[in-house]
């Protein structure tokens, strides 16, 4: 990749082994024209891609990445002699990072003892540190990355050892970030998990007592647990949906002007402080509100109850008749059974030959019933 971007004219400022968060702030505070993350995110090294980031550090829109697409075929010129571009270490820039990270929360650490597992990714070494600075006790898992280990048995996908390590150190909390630390999940201290809804829930709840949070409003994707929206209605905060997928979050949030957004997997955007999802600064905050609260971390997730969610993923269909009359129809009973304490999502998958179907519902065997009835009609109607 270095040398591409250098032989193609381009100066390049190599930064080592960050999360894509930081690979973001740091193209908006350097000034770069694009920033460039060697990523598989939560999946395993041979998985791995390429994210690029516009000037500012926001993630490239579709129309950008459709046009670069297009012109990947083109004839061009390579720069020879003084045009071609320079490579410089900066490895030290980790270090801004940190300190950005850290002047977001309010309020320290201090007493709190925590377990973070790094996935042997790229939280590995700004992660320990940034909560360390904080005034935490740290003890850090999954942060000795061999370059093929990443994601493997540890990180966000991966909760059972977290769990272990929180219960046996008898720590107050535990936090997974994925490969590329651009989000995270947390443990409570009795190992109960507590996903990205709740992480959202917990953040927009003091954000809202604090008078922070934008138009007190919280931006979330189809995907988020009903149970979430219901708690932040009691909570009197509006709850806006988007498509699932952190880049649809965040356009909805620049659009309008919400500055708290994400998704249940973990990807929690605050606008404010970041460009993209960054599971260093929602840890940090989180851990801020449970320390400056008093209470626990399982305390504070009890602001919603997660109805059961069942989602079934049928697989060789046909994806162009998910909207057919039959399954709607089979929708809208699906949807009158269940009433105000559930709901139905069927959705084609953006890649394969699958089409997805999720159903809540206030029982774990109503919300399996109904899902596998759905699914049943999938297979007979989309074939």
Request: hydrophobic share 45%; proline share 3%.
């Amino acid at each position: 990749m270095v040398a591409g971007l250098a032989s193609s004219g381009v100066d390049v400022l190599r930064l080592g082994v960050l999360p894509t968060p930081a690979v973001a702030h740091l193209t908006a505070a350097l000034g770069a024209d694009i920033g460039v993350m060697l990523s598989a995110s939560h999946n395993p090294a041979p998985d791995n891609g390429i994210k690029f980031l516009a000037r500012g550090g926001f993630k490239l829109s579709d129309a950008v990445e459709d046009e670069i697409e297009r012109r990947l075929g083109e004839d061009w010129s390579f720069p020879v002699g003084s045009a071609v571009g320079r490579v410089r270490d900066a490895y030290g820039e980790a270090d801004r990072y940190i300190t950005h990270v850290l002047s977001t929360a309010r309020g320290g650490l201090d007493g709190l003892h925590v377990v973070v597992d790094c996935a042997h990714g790229a939280a590995h070494m700004v992660a320990p540190e940034a909560l360390l600075r904080a005034g935490a006790t740290v003890e850090a898992i999954g942060a000795r990355p061999d370059g093929l280990n990443i994601n493997a048995g540890h990180g966000s996908t991966h909760l059972d050892k977290l769990q272990q390590v929180v219960i046996s150190r008898g720590a107050d909390a535990g936090i997974a970030y994925d490969g590329d630390a651009d989000r995270c999940l947390a443990v409570d201290h009795t190992g109960a998990v507590i996903d990205g809804d709740q992480i959202m829930a917990i953040l927009a709840a003091a954000m809202h007592a604090g008078g922070e949070l934008a138009k007190d409003t919280v931006v979330a994707t189809v995907m988020s647990n009903l149970g979430f929206k219901l708690a932040m209605r009691e909570a009197g905060i509006h709850v806006v949906e988007t498509a699932v997928g952190d880049r649809y979050v965040l356009e909805r949030m620049k659009a309008d002007g919400y500055n708290l957004g994400g998704e249940q997997s973990g990807h929690v955007i605050m606008l404010d402080h970041a460009t993209t999802g960054d599971g260093l600064l929602t840890s940090l905050h989180l851990l801020a509100v449970v320390a400056s609260s008093g209470k626990s971390l399982r305390e504070l997730a009890a602001i919603m109850t997660p109805l059961p969610q069942v989602l079934i993923n049928v697989t060789d269909v046909d994806k162009g008749k998910a909207k057919s009359a039959e399954l709607a129809t089979a929708v809208t009973e699906a949807e009158t059974e269940l009433g105000d304490t559930g709901r139905v999502l069927i959705r084609p998958s953006g890649t394969e030959p699958m089409i997805r179907v999720m159903v809540e519902a206030s029982s774990e065997d109503q919300a399996t019933k109904v899902a596998e009835h759905l699914a049943g009609v999938v297979r007979a109607v989309c074939v």
